[in-house]
DNA sequence: TCCCTCGATTGGTTCGACCAATCTGATGGT
DNA sequence: ACCATCAGATTGGTCGAACCAATCGAGGGA
């Protein structure tokens, strides 16, 4: 199986640690050496762990003072949202799957814009990528749904060759697929999904001057929405 | 002066040659032994490197087989625009702050839902982070101000109590700072800041049913991104 | 032709040492 | 009593070498 490395172990723990708020903001670490007594792993591993969690921006350090324990609120990313949600009640991680969605709708906002300025031909990859999901979601294997689902976030992001869309959608649809309860309850009935892709490309693939608002567009997504929510409520 | 670490100057190095695409995707990285002659640094620090870019989603690694150039357009996030903006042109790098604000206010709109369900008292400590700007915003100090104005942000996102809409806004308004192009720009006239800031504490301070929509909330804001960019293209 | 095996390659971890920045507390002068 | 200063201890940063573990690939055998 997947024997996950001494590093990931560690960085996982301390991670769990700071989300919980076990290590208040500003508190000091404890020294290299001492956690490498405490995990039983050498020093360098240990250093290799908290480089992790620097680049995440959980800790700051400075030679000869030690770690500090940073506010992951305001210097964090979507990346460490799973460790926060471990751990929280029934209604907060609702809460949290309701605005991850809301956020989604709000990127994909964006993205509608442009893509209803580009020219059919351009869909055709988007068109590809979703055929791909239909097939997928035959399968009943969300693992391999939410993989082919990623793959036409990504096709509809290459065509609006905007680095920074593609670069803030991403860490939301990623993160998505590593929340379990969220993502079964996305695709826990594909067919949902597969109607809205099938709804959006027929209303890009008109011609220019005859397709939906962005607004109409942003319906067939908040509905999908509104029915995962439903869904993830009622257990 | 702040003489940065070896392992950064490694890490900034590839990640360049990555966001440039002198690696390519799906390319197999040098061995670790071989970048630590080519950078005339010890493996373990070579090491180090690569660990960070591997949890900025930038390389994937097996043991035994190497590192492997991933897609950043699918599993990198904000950190990295920076480097992605060196070394393009001046158009692009206008697109680019334009959908950074795009995307910006997106999520200030969905701050502001929530701000508008909540009571008056709950915005004493905005009240509190925004009169602090308007001080900063006297001092002409564009670095003193973009830091009063992620005080501002701050405040804002705490009291939504929505953790993720922390971690998202947070990545957007630190990778504004951290393009001196753009943040010149939004603090060039940091009064027109105080003044939007002024006019939504004021709109979101009125009793609860009183308070004028999200909607015309976000006219504010959007009006504050116009006069940026018009700023950013006379250049 | 296919498959297996074994050596070479490459990442993962450990150990030990030393350098560099910082902190702490004792010292000594005012 | 107060404070500046300095030396030693603490702590992160880098280095070098060694060995383990997973993978790859070329050569040989069925």
Redesign the pocket.
């Known amino acids: 199986m997947l024997?996950?490395?001494?590093?990931?172990?560690v960085a996982e723990v301390l991670r769990h640690e700071i989300a919980r708020g076990v290590l208040a903001v500003g508190e000091?670490?404890?020294?290299?050496?001492?956690?490498?007594l405490r995990f039983?792993?050498?020093?360098?591993?240990?250093?290799?762990a908290?480089?992790r969690l620097e680049a995440e921006g959980l800790l700051s350090?400075?030679?000869?003072?030690?770690?500090l324990v940073r506010d992951f609120r305001r210097t964090g990313s979507l990346e460490l949202l799973p460790s926060l949600v471990a751990g929280r009640s029934a209604k907060e991680r609702l809460a949290i799957a309701s605005d991850l969605l809301a956020v989604r709708r709000q990127l994909a906002a964006l993205v509608l814009e442009r893509l209803r300025e580009v020219p059919s031909a351009a869909l055709a990859s988007v068109r590809r990528a979703i055929e791909d999901f239909e097939l997928a979601a035959q399968s009943r294997d969300v693992a391999r749904v939410a993989a082919a689902d990623l793959d036409v976030l990504a096709a509809l992001l290459a065509v609006t060759e905007s680095p920074v869309l593609q670069l803030c959608a991403s860490p939301v649809a990623n993160v998505l697929a590593e929340l379990p309860e969220l993502r079964d309850a996305i695709y826990a009935e594909p067919q949902t999904n597969v109607m809205a892709y099938r709804a959006l490309l027929a209303a890009l693939e008109l011609p220019r001057t005859k397709r939906p608002s962005a607004d109409q567009l942003a319906v067939i997504l908040a509905e999908r929405d509104r029915v995962t929510l439903a869904r993830l409520a009622e257990r």
Not at 40 to 48: F, K, L, Q
Not at 61 to 67: A, F, I, L, N, P
């Open positions: 024997e996950s490395r001494a590093v990931d172990d000091r670490l404890a020294p290299e050496r001492q956690l490498a039983e792993v050498n020093r360098g591993t240990v250093r290799a908290l480089g350090v400075r030679q000869g003072s030690g770690y």
